[in-house]
């Protein structure tokens, strides 16, 4: 069975100071890893994916397959992070996702 | 642009009753799906659907059914509505085998059964 962890469900963090958002997962194959972020008033949508490597608003996530985590980083905090943040799994060629439980993210002024 | 809309913003029923919500998507996916929203247990997942008139259970299906019968509409059904069904719920799209297998939501729907 696949799982995915998010140890914090609450993260407050000062603006200019680095963030870091923690997952674990859990999966036996090969695993595909997703940060989805939903802003206040907006649908959830794909922040990034590990697969492509990429850093999206500031945010890199590396995908660490000896801890099995998917930590999302960022080095200074804005306040338009202010967000609830998922981290999701799918196993390789399966088309269903496997979500966290979400962690708020507020960034203080 | 995906687009992906729910039938309802907000959703009032009464204990017993039959409730129906509806996604359409404009871009051609051929998976939809239906997951419930609830603080500190994230999202899980109702169904999953692969195409037209094909469906899977995903991890809570108690109480839900589906139906797919466009390509574009994805209905899930409470066939008698229950207080603990009170939640947000999401709609979402994607591609067969799409590059990081991107799923597209829709808005939600929060419903409430009294």
């Known amino acids: 069975a696949q799982r995915v962890t998010q140890p914090e469900k609450l993260l407050s963090v000062f603006k200019g100071a680095p963030v870091e958002l923690k997952c674990n997962y859990s999966?036996?194959?090969?695993?595909?890893l997703f940060w989805y972020v939903q802003y206040s008033r907006q649908r959830l949508q794909l922040l990034l994916r590990?697969?492509s490597r990429e850093s999206i608003k500031g945010f890199t996530a590396d995908l660490n397959k000896g801890e099995t985590s998917f930590h999302l980083k960022k080095p200074f905090a804005q306040e338009e992070d202010s967000a609830m943040y998922y981290c999701a799994l799918s196993g390789f060629g399966n088309e269903k996702l496997t979500f966290g439980t979400g962690t708020r993210l507020t960034i203080i002024p | 642009d995906v687009k992906v809309t729910q039938s309802s913003r907000y959703l009032v029923k009464r204990t017993g009753e039959k409730v129906f919500l509806e996604c359409v998507q404009d871009m051609d996916h051929e998976n939809m799906f239906w997951y419930r929203q609830d603080p500190g247990l994230g999202l899980r997942l109702i169904y999953f659907s692969y195409d037209v008139k094909m469906k899977e259970k995903g991890d809570i299906p108690e109480g839900y059914s589906v139906s797919r019968e466009k390509k574009e509409r994805f209905s899930l059904i409470l066939e008698s509505a229950s207080t603990n069904q009170t939640s947000m719920y999401l709609c979402?799209?994607?591609?067969?085998?799409?590059?990081?297998?991107?799923?597209?939501f829709g808005p939600g729907t929060r419903l409430t059964v009294t």
């Open positions: 999966y036996s194959g090969s695993p595909e």
């Open positions: 979402a799209s994607s591609l067969v085998g799409g590059d990081g297998y991107e799923q597209y």
């Open positions: 590990h697969i």
